[in-house]
């Protein structure tokens, strides 16, 4: 049962590219989703990210956000890209506290296997937050696959991103997904990127076609707890 989800995202767009059509089908459905940005690239590289271009960014995430319908977007101010320097438990308690706020049931994370390190120590610090421990609400979560990061991780077993866990989605989920991607002006870019309108695309219907369905997004399912 899915019915307050939190996508936690290392940046502003892992959360669209990950699982934007998902997100938006939950919102259809009648679900709560709310979305956590992790980092912010100006506190942990200031000479390489100025607070204006992180206030853009941030408003294209926005704007990409009411398109899938999201409840509320939520940013945290972890130093991107430095979090191999910055205490996990810290991120954990930061996550924790809007699992807790928002009493979230369902929490979708990036993979651990993913090239950048920023979203291996999420992974690693969202997975603290939601242990099954004590009066916890978290009793399903997810890893989605994100395209110019997935794909390109170490070609040995345990970085490899085999999914589990399939969402279908309808065109039009997918068609809300696409608009909200293109918000990001500042991070996609022309195919044949990885990172791209047409590349998005084209990953929900081989998803799809894995599970014989039009489209689809897939993910790996770290814990399901049914109750």
Partial sequence: MMNNVLVVAPHSDDETIGCGASINKLVGEGKK???????NAHVGAPDMYSEERVAKVRGEARAA???????ETLFLDFPAPALDMYPIYKMAKGIGEVIREKNIDTVFMPYRGDIHIDH??????????????????VKNVFCYETLSETEWASPVPQSGFIPNFYIPVSE????????????????????PDSRSVEAIEALAKYRG???SRLRAEAFFSVRQILE
């Avoid at 956000?65 to 409840?71: D, K, M, N, P, Y």
């Avoid at 291996?120 to 609400?137: E, F, I, N």
């Avoid at 039009?172 to 195919?191: D, M, R």
């Fill in 33 to 39: 989703v709310y979305v956590l940005i992790a980092t």
């Fill in 120 to 137: 291996q120590r999420v992974y690693d610090a969202t997975l603290v937050a939601c242990r099954p421990k004590g009066k916890y609400s």
């Fill in 65 to 71: 956000h009411a398109v899938l319908g999201v409840t």
């Fill in 209 to 211: 076609a894995t599970i």
């Fill in 172 to 191: 039009k989920n997918v068609e809300a997904k696409l608009k909200a991607i293109a918000c990001f002006t500042t991070q996609c870019n022309p195919f």
